[in-house]
């Protein structure tokens, strides 16, 4: 099956993809194809190694073959290092579809982290100034 376009998913705020059982993807949202700065056509009909970024390709093949494999839905978060500024963290969830198919999702966990960052350093100049 070919990639419909636009459709999929949409109106989902997360990314989301549709794997083969060759981890090739069949159908991707924009909000994947946005979070990891991809074109719909650079990715369709493609393998998750040659589309997602290098250095997380390993613990997400993982996590999609626990999905195929044991049926049952896998995450992992992924450290994107930072090119100007702040790293970003990436949640992938892998859930089983069907005999032999897997939806992958995800999300930049960054600006959720940020804020939790934020709000630690808040408390902490809280606890110095009750002090």
Sequence with gaps: MTNPGPGFAEELPVGVCRLDSRHSILEVNTAFLTLHALARDDCTNRPVPDVLPAEFVENILRII????????THSCVCSQPATVGVSRQIKYVASPLGRSEVILTAVDLSEDLAEVDELRSRLGRFENFLD
Excluded: S
């Excluded at 073959?65 to 049952?72: F, G, K, L, S």
């Design 65 to 72: 073959r626990v999905a195929q494999v044991e049926r049952r």
